[in-house]
């Protein structure tokens, strides 16, 4: 029996992302473990995996504590459980276990899959941040045997900077999305009348949405701009998500007499009826790694007004799609959100087939069979 082992800095990562990975390598005869902080305490993933370790990981690497201590325990771990495979995913824990393993010699040593959800160097980034990301990505490649990114920029830095021989680079689109429940007929459309009703909207306003967590990098600012310079009080936009920001978000709103078309829904799980309820999402983001709202929204048929970011450029590709503008530009944001208004695409977006998470599921499979095979 294969024994995989799946590392994320946090038990949300898993909760959001990877536990169709455990049910399925768990169906195929697998034992599939889960390593995270907070994992041992979510009944979903104590469900989905045979079993969950806690680490200690933080998302913030400078307040990392005792690493010597903390390498060590993965290294026991790892050894003590015999894991054929380990993937890492999410920046801090992928680096802290790959450091850790890669004193693991012989049959203790397992195979790393590192998936690297947008490196943290970009086109654009602060010149000695990306030198910094950069180094840090360059020496942890030499603890990996297998290289997965998930947008066209980090592709070609890869591979242009050798980080892993080709053959041990893919380019996979995300984790995936389950593309027969991201759909408009497996919505319930009922539900974005409600939505209306909830946000107090008359028949003739239009809304845009915004699916982000509120933090720097998502630039929510440049929608809030975007709306006043577009000057239409027939529009309005809609945060959901929370973070640091979101107060200092809430006052820029007031600031611009926005309020009454402003609305900050907070963490929502209704965001499939959210979408069909909104004439197009919104992201200025400054960089992503494969948004996965904006998946979300084309898989809906809900086009998009995106950055023209990593990450974002990938998925926007078409007319039917939406447009992109440049980052930190709100007017040119505000330009697009008018034409929307006045001019919406004529053909519904489609999402591209690739991003069925089976399609993902299989590409694994081919991935972990070719290390499964080196190891013997």
Same mark, same amino acid.
């Given at each position: 029996?294969?024994?995989?082992?799946?590392?994320?800095?946090?038990?949300?990562?898993?909760?959001?992302?990877?536990?169709?990975?455990?049910?399925?390598?768990?169906?195929?005869?697998?034992?599939?473990?889960?390593?995270?902080?907070?994992?041992?305490?979510?009944?979903?993933?104590?469900?989905?995996?045979?079993?969950?370790?806690?680490?200690?990981?933080?998302?913030?690497?400078?307040?990392?504590?005792?690493?010597?201590?903390?390498?060590?325990?993965?290294?026991?771990?790892?050894?003590?459980?015999?894991?054929?495979?380990?993937?890492?995913?999410?920046?801090?824990?992928?680096?802290?276990?790959?450091?850790?393993?890669?004193?693991?010699?012989?049959?203790?040593?397992?195979?790393?899959?590192?998936?690297?959800?947008?490196?943290?160097?970009?086109?654009?980034?602060?010149?000695?941040?990306?030198?910094?990301?950069?180094?840090?990505?360059?020496?942890?490649?030499?603890?990996?045997?297998?290289?997965?990114?998930?947008?066209?920029?980090?592709?070609?830095?890869?591979?242009?900077?050798?980080?892993?021989?080709?053959?041990?680079?893919?380019?996979?689109?995300?984790?995936?999305?389950?593309?027969?429940?991201?759909?408009?007929?497996?919505?319930? $459309?009922?539900?974005?009348?409600?939505?209306?009703?909830?946000?107090?909207?008359?028949?003739?306003?239009?809304?845009?949405?915004?699916?982000?967590?509120?933090?720097?990098?998502?630039?929510?600012?440049?929608?809030?701009?975007?709306? $006043?310079?577009?000057?239409?009080?027939?529009?309005?936009?809609?945060?959901?998500?929370?973070?640091?920001?979101?107060?200092?978000?809430?006052?820029?709103?007031?600031?611009?007499?926005?309020?009454?078309?402003?609305?900050?829904?907070?963490?929502?799980?209704?965001?499939?009826?959210?979408?069909?309820?909104?004439?197009?999402?919104?992201?200025?983001?400054?960089?992503?790694?494969?948004?996965?709202?904006?998946?979300?929204?084309?898989?809906?048929?809900?086009?998009?007004?995106?950055?023209?970011?990593?990450?974002?450029?990938?998925?926007?590709?078409?007319?039917?799609?939406?447009?992109?503008?440049?980052?930190?530009?709100?007017?040119?944001?505000?330009?697009?959100?008018?034409?929307?208004?006045?001019?919406?695409?004529?053909?519904?977006?489609?999402?591209?087939?690739?991003?069925?998470?089976?399609?993902?599921?299989?590409?694994?499979?081919?991935?972990?069979?070719?290390?499964?095979?080196?190891?013997?």
């Amino acid at each position: 029996m294969p024994k995989l082992l799946i590392v994320t800095t946090v038990a949300s990562t898993l909760k959001a992302f990877l536990l169709p990975y455990a049910r399925h390598f768990r169906a195929l005869g697998w034992h599939v473990d889960a390593l995270a902080r907070g994992a041992s305490s979510e009944p979903e993933c104590l469900k989905a995996f045979d079993a969950c370790h806690e680490a200690a990981f933080t998302r913030r690497p400078w307040q990392l504590k005792n690493l010597r201590a903390m390498n060590q325990s993965l290294r026991d771990l790892v050894s003590r459980e015999g894991y054929d495979i380990v993937h890492v995913h999410t920046p801090v824990a992928s680096f802290v276990t790959r450091m850790a393993l890669r004193k693991l010699k012989g049959r203790k040593r397992p195979r790393v899959v590192y998936t690297a959800h947008g490196f943290h160097f970009f086109r654009g980034g602060h010149r000695l941040k990306n030198l910094l990301y950069f180094a840090l990505e360059q020496r942890a490649a030499h603890w990996t045997d297998y290289l997965i990114v998930i947008n066209q920029e980090d592709y070609d830095a890869a591979f242009a900077h050798a980080l892993v021989p080709p053959n041990r680079l893919a380019l996979l689109p995300g984790i995936g999305l389950d593309l027969a429940l991201w759909n408009r007929t497996s919505v319930n $459309a009922a539900g974005k009348n409600d939505i209306r009703q909830e946000l107090g909207l008359a028949p003739s306003d239009k809304i845009f949405l915004m699916v982000a967590e509120f933090n720097p990098g998502k630039r929510h600012r440049d929608a809030l701009e975007a709306l $006043a310079i577009a000057g239409r009080k027939d529009l309005h936009l809609a945060f959901a998500g929370r973070g640091p920001l979101e107060e200092a978000v809430r006052e820029r709103a007031a600031t611009l007499g926005l309020l009454p078309q402003v609305h900050f829904l907070g963490q929502r799980s209704d965001v499939p009826a959210l979408m069909l309820a909104s004439l197009a999402t919104v992201l200025p983001s400054e960089r992503e790694g494969l948004n996965r709202s904006v998946m979300e929204s084309i898989a809906l048929g809900v086009p998009v007004l995106g950055a023209d970011a990593r990450g974002i450029r990938d998925l926007v590709t078409t007319p039917s799609r939406g447009a992109l503008f440049p980052v930190g530009k709100p007017a040119a944001l505000a330009a697009d959100m008018l034409m929307m208004a006045t001019d919406p695409p004529a053909e519904r977006p489609t999402p591209d087939p690739r991003w069925d998470v089976k399609e993902l599921l299989r590409a694994h499979e081919r991935i972990y069979s070719l290390l499964l095979k080196e190891r013997g």
